[in-house]
């Protein structure tokens, strides 16, 4: 019986064929799992690759990491008697990582991303590592990896040492929520350490997995908020009264950046083509009439983003290189984090003006000055009670703070390059740092995208009290999600406490809580 038919539900397999960002996504987050290939070429070229691999360093040749130190040190040949100890002091003396943990399904995701590369089959690692590898992921036993400490290149050596550890049996995982030590994990589910062969710890460590999982996350994010952003601007326009005509399809048919047309015809579609009584302005401020211009630029960055990010999981990126089939092993840099770094710095950029575009909105939103006779800062209160009531005023700070400091944090990681390791790693990507900036944008984001579906529901809710505005003139899709908000919040009309409520709003957007045209 094979391997995957022994694993129940439906595994996706390793060397069968090239993953997508879905795919890792399923995996990590517990709808699929994950076992090898059963294609009679592939599971040759991962046997010879690894049985060349022994017979070359066997015949005292050199090879990078297997014959050699490591970086700077690869002018140190290492003793034949030694050769087999040297990948547990690779792990071992990597074990230096700061920061905060990685989350049980970044984890996941990074050793899914590993197992992908590594199933390329020109890493000359055996099936039983990739075996191993599978048992950590389908048992959710998680090396607890510390974010910080990588620079892109060489690799993510030092989180992916975690990885390598937990196979080995060392250091701490987190199963089934409790932490404890892998040994003890691994005895739990009936797994055992393995002991790595020598390039099998410098396979683990040195590529590019932990930014390029952590990319697959940012991707789905990203690409939710661009259409959040859509249903959010169609909201504010119809709690402010704006002219819908802005986002007719005829004028941006005249400037067709694919992206941006569609964010119009998402924005078009929701607010249709009947004005309303107090829509009185010839043309709105730019974060009403440009929004389309805004998240657009995220729009169409998403589609090379993706292709970027896909290439990079589906890539053998460590080093060296084994050919076996031509008896060759060619030493190289495709542990260089660069396509990710700069995917991650655009992607973060073109975030954080969404963030900005949010907030600007809302501010218009709670301004008597601009929001076309709504009450100031978006107050539900009574007009007896309107003296000591405030609405929104605080949710506006706070979201200009959120805004802030996501734009703080769109300097491009990748031009801070360092040069590291007595100048062999003279020149670095910076890429895990971008991911993880990114993903700290994407989180202030989810933020402002929070308070201003808040203050979206209040302005709508208030046209509506007010008989400006009937429900049945919004579109479905409004309505659908109105209708939802109502169910675990209502009006502010007196003063009240809003974190619970915004903190399970950013849960509901990173799980993707409404369906967003196209089905999404």
Not at 365 to 379: E, F, I, K, M, Q
Not at 430 to 449: F, Y
Request: hydrophobic share 40%.
């Amino acid at each position: 019986m094979s391997q995957c038919m022994e694993i129940e539900g439906r595994p996706i397999a390793i060397g069968a064929r090239e993953w997508s960002i879905e795919d890792v996504f399923s995996v990590s987050h517990r709808a699929n799992k994950i076992c090898l290939s059963d294609d009679v070429q592939w599971n040759a070229t991962m046997e010879e690759g690894a049985a060349f691999l022994e017979r070359f360093w066997r015949e005292h040749k050199y090879i990078y990491g297997v014959t050699t130190g490591y970086g700077n040190s690869v002018s140190v040949s290492i003793p034949p008697e030694l050769v087999e100890e040297l990948p547990l002091h690779l792990t071992r003396f990597h074990g230096c990582g700061m920061g905060a943990h990685l989350s049980e399904e970044h984890a996941v995701a990074v050793m899914v991303v590993r197992a992908v590369s590594l199933g390329r089959g020109v890493s000359g690692v055996r099936k039983e590592l990739l075996q191993a590898l599978c048992h950590l992921i389908n048992h959710r036993i998680t090396p607890l990896i510390p974010e910080e400490g990588s620079v892109g290149a060489s690799g993510d050596l030092t989180p992916l040492s975690y990885v390598a550890a937990a196979l080995l049996g060392e250091r701490e995982v987190v199963f089934r929520g409790d932490l404890m030590p892998a040994s003890e994990a691994l005895d739990k589910t009936g797994g055992t350490p393995i002991q790595l062969k020598p390039k099998e710890g410098l396979a683990l460590m040195n590529g590019t997995s932990v930014m390029t999982a952590l990319a697959c996350s940012a991707y789905r994010r990203a690409e939710y908020l661009t259409r959040l952003s859509s249903r959010l601007t169609a909201l504010a326009v119809e709690g402010i009264g704006g002219n819908r005509k802005h986002f007719d399809p005829r004028l941006f048919s005249v400037k067709p950046h694919p992206g941006q047309k569609q964010v119009a015809a998402w924005v078009a579609a929701d607010l249709g083509v009947t004005p309303r009584p107090y829509e009185n302005k010839l043309q709105d401020r730019y974060s009403l009439r440009c929004a389309p211009h805004v998240a657009g630029v995220l729009n169409d960055a998403l589609p090379w983003i993706k292709r970027t990010v896909e290439i990079e999981l589906n890539s053998a990126n460590d080093n060296p290189i084994i050919f076996s089939e031509e008896e060759e092993i060619l030493h190289g840099g495709h542990f260089y984090g660069g396509h990710i770094a700069f995917a991650m710095d655009s992607m973060k950029n073109a975030v954080a003006n969404v963030a900005d575009l949010f907030d600007r909105q809302l501010a218009l939103l709670v301004d008597t000055r601009y929001n076309n006779g709504l009450p100031a800062n978006l107050s539900g209160s009574s007009e007896a009670r309107a003296p000591i009531n405030h609405g929104f005023k605080a949710v506006q700070i706070a979201t200009s703070a959120w805004a802030a400091e996501a734009l703080k944090l769109t300097m491009p990681a990748s031009v801070f390059s360092r040069s590291t390791e007595c100048h062999n790693q003279d020149k670095v990507s910076m890429g895990t740092i971008s991911a993880r900036d990114c993903l700290r944008v994407l989180e202030l984001t989810e933020q402002v995208a929070a308070a201003h579906t808040l203050a979206c529901y209040q302005a709508v809710s208030l046209r509506i009290r007010q008989g400006e505005l009937q429900r049945s003139q919004l579109s479905s899709g409004i309505v659908s999600m109105l209708d939802d908000i109502e169910t675990f919040h209502s009006l502010v009309e007196e003063d009240r406490p809003l974190e619970s409520v915004l903190r399970s709003l950013v849960g509901m957007i990173q799980e993707k809580r409404w369906s967003l045209y196209d089905g999404e």
